[in-house]
């Protein structure tokens, strides 16, 4: 699969079937047992089918122990699951940190040089935001996963003033109730916790120049536009799985550029392209990119700036 290509984005493409070098192993080894469980997460999220039935039941026929019984007993290993998903995420940010510490350091003088010589841990950051991306896409369509987990707090809140033991408190505890209650109430809460992460590697890296981590992610972003806008490239494509891949990675590195950029992906100092990366989005057949639309009109942190661009707002209006 394509990830980068050379100085000025016209010289040899680079391809990422590339093995790690002596200098990556570390860091990609321990990224990679991390990822190798990423594809297990989405098919679990996206085979989630949710207790809308027995929870409605049970609220119907409140007095009917046996229907309480059965929506708790339906939704505890679901909350089982959510709390692997919550899981996940904090074992994604800290592969996060691991990649954008090699990606970032000084070792090279820019960061096309990061990319080229560091390409198995650059692919590794493209498939977390891919992943990223993909999840809250689906959890974004998925209203189960907070009515489950809404049904089981006031549920243990009512066992516990009640004092009646609750089998699934062992699962989930309180204070861990409450943080996961706040990773679904956001609508992108992988995006969310990836974008926190990246702030929160900045501002604990404060030797390290901002510059470092901002200019990888243009020149990701950079990579991507011109990989699907040029046909020569577009056309070695393997599939339309590796045309999403792109997109999605295009669309997560904005996200975060925009966090970390002191004033963001829309200003006229951004080094992205904004102009040119909508209009690849906006180039994609209808109903495809809508996830990923919605994710820069709602999840970015400057566009309605006033400093943003009035062509770039329009392009972006739904």
């Known amino acids: 699969m394509f990830i980068g290509l050379t100085n000025g984005m016209l010289g040899k493409p680079i391809k990422v079937h590339a093995q790690p070098t002596d200098a990556e192993r570390e860091v990609w080894e321990e990224v990679d047992v991390v990822l190798k469980d990423a594809a297990a997460i989405l098919d679990e ?150 974008s926190d992460g990246t702030t929160k590697f900045v501002s604990e890296n404060k030797n390290l120049p901002i510059e470092n981590t901002t200019d990888v992610l243009s020149t990701m972003a950079s990579v991507c536009k011109v990989m699907l806008e040029n046909p020569d490239y577009r056309c070695r494509f393997s599939s339309e799985e590796t045309v999403s891949f792109c997109l999605r990675v295009m669309v997560g590195v904005i996200i975060l550029y925009d966090y970390v950029h002191p004033v963001g992906a829309f200003s006229k100092s951004s080094k992205i392209d904004m102009k040119g990366c909508i209009k690849v989005l906006k180039d994609q057949p209808p109903n495809t990119v809508d996830g990923l639309l919605n994710a820069l009109r709602y999840t970015t942190k400057h566009l309605n700036d006033e400093s943003t661009n009035k062509t770039i707002k329009a392009m972006l209006q739904p």
């Open 45 to 194: 999220l996206q085979a989630y089918k949710g207790a809308g039935r027995e929870i409605r039941e049970a609220i119907q026929n409140p007095s009917d122990e046996g229907l309480q019984d059965e929506a708790w007993a339906a939704v505890v290993p679901l909350v089982g699951r959510l709390k692997k998903f919550y899981e996940f995420s904090q074992r994604l940010e800290a592969a996060l940190h691991r990649l954008l510490r090699a990606l970032t350091s000084e070792s090279y003088n820019d960061p096309m040089q990061h990319l080229e010589r560091e390409q198995a841990l650059a692919k590794q950051f493209a498939e977390i935001l891919h992943f990223t991306l993909r999840f809250d896409e689906l959890k974004m369509t998925n209203p189960a996963i907070q009515n489950d987990f809404s049904y089981y707090r006031r549920t243990l809140n009512r066992m516990r003033i009640n004092n009646v033991p609750a089998e699934g408190e062992n699962e989930v505890n309180n204070e861990l109730a409450n943080r996961i209650s706040l990773f679904y109430a956001d609508a992108t809460p992988m995006l969310k916790t990836l």
